[in-house]
């Protein structure tokens, strides 16, 4: 296969998705097939993807409009040029840019990836997207089920592919890594560490952690929390940290390549989101072997199983925030369990060899269709 990876995603911006395109792009190559990702010139997703393998093309193309002409005639120039077979594509510009260009050049299948329910009920949704694109993949039946609310992208049409994550061995307990992780962020060794991975933004939901630290710091004075991340809401988390007199309690790793020592040297995963399809980083946690509390929200309950590897709490809802963490901080028996259930769980449902086995199958299927009329 040929394949085209677009993204119009802003140049500092790296998430979900472009972590997705990371490992299908990955996988692809190493079976032998031609990978292309374009985006904006000096994107931090092109450079990531650039760095999971130099067998993957990536192209800078400045994006503007969603119906710029300009850059619908570059795209349809490279799917030309390079007999793309099939592209996918992330954001509402992208399916107009890219299934235009599509569209002109005549072969190339296009597969709306969707991470978030971006649809919307207006017009030009409603006559364009089933037009531009072949399929839709989700990652879970809760955003399918948000997706096909409309009626223009229809159940056929979209198809759930679980995410998964590379095979890697962690065991625990893994005292090393507990060790060095104190060290690298020059806290004490008796310290419990919550780890918290995910973009400063509103869907995350890391204030309504900060609202539940004073009660939980409370009860063990000893936790610290781990955000390893990066985004608008920074500031003002800092600063509402600050006004609890909570700064020795909160740690700031800023947004890391690697976060390998930052799982499993911690005790516990933390992902208080309000909205949530479903979490790559909840997969990185179980992979890992940490005991999780999350939101019941989106696509994780997919994920985890309450009371068996995670606590699951009411979205916006600090006090029951507070309760699950201090649970599972005064018992390193659970936590223990509830890891090795996790790990369990995610060996079995969301390894990375799953997910791209159905991922190969569907790009098949879509470029054994004809394009949609």
Request: aromatic letters at 8%.
């Amino acid at each position: 296969m040929n394949l085209l990876f677009l993204d119009s995603v802003d140049r500092g911006t790296f998430g979900g998705y472009e972590n997705w395109i990371c490992l299908v792009a990955k996988y692809f190559v190493e079976h032998g097939h031609r990978v292309t990702a374009v985006g904006r010139p000096g994107s931090e997703y092109l450079r990531r993807t650039a760095a999971v393998s130099d067998k993957i093309e990536t192209i800078d193309l400045p994006i503007s409009g969603d119906f710029n002409p300009f850059t619908i005639s570059h795209l349809k120039w490279i799917l030309s040029e390079r007999q793309v077979d099939l592209m996918t594509v992330n954001f509402n510009k992208d399916v107009r840019l890219g299934g235009l260009a599509a569209r002109w050049y005549g072969p190339t299948r296009v597969c709306w990836r969707l991470g978030l329910d971006i649809t919307s009920n207006k017009w030009v949704h409603r006559w364009l997207s089933p037009q531009l694109v072949d399929g839709v993949i989700v990652p879970s039946q809760a955003l399918k089920k948000q997706v096909t609310r409309h009626g223009y992208l229809t159940d056929e049409m979209v198809t759930v592919i679980y995410n998964g994550t590379e095979d890697r061995r962690f065991v625990r307990p893994d005292t090393e890594s507990a060790r060095a992780l104190r060290d690298k962020y020059q806290l004490g060794q008796d310290k419990l560490l919550a780890v918290v991975v995910g973009r400063f933004v509103d869907q995350k939901g890391h204030k309504y952690l900060v609202e539940a630290a004073p009660e939980i710091v409370r009860q063990v004075p000893k936790v610290v929390f781990l955000f390893l991340g990066d985004g608008h809401h920074e500031a003002m988390l800092r600063s509402r940290i600050a006004e609890l007199g909570l700064g020795d309690n909160f740690v700031f790793a800023g947004m890391l390549d690697k976060i390998d020592l930052e799982l499993t040297g911690s005790d516990l995963m933390v992902h208080p989101a309000i909205e949530e399809p479903f979490s790559h980083a909840i997969l990185e946690g179980m992979r890992a072997g940490l005991p999780i509390v999350a939101s019941r929200v989106g696509g994780i309950p997919e994920a985890l199983v309450d009371g068996e590897c995670a606590v699951l709490v009411p979205a916006r809802a600090p006090n029951s925030l507070s309760t699950a963490i201090v649970q599972l901080l005064r018992s390193a028996e659970t936590r223990a369990a509830f890891g090795q259930a996790a790990q369990e769980r995610w060996r079995s449902h969301f390894r990375i060899d799953t997910m791209m086995q159905q991922v190969e199958a569907y790009f098949q299927l879509l470029m054994s269709k004809g394009v949609a009329a």
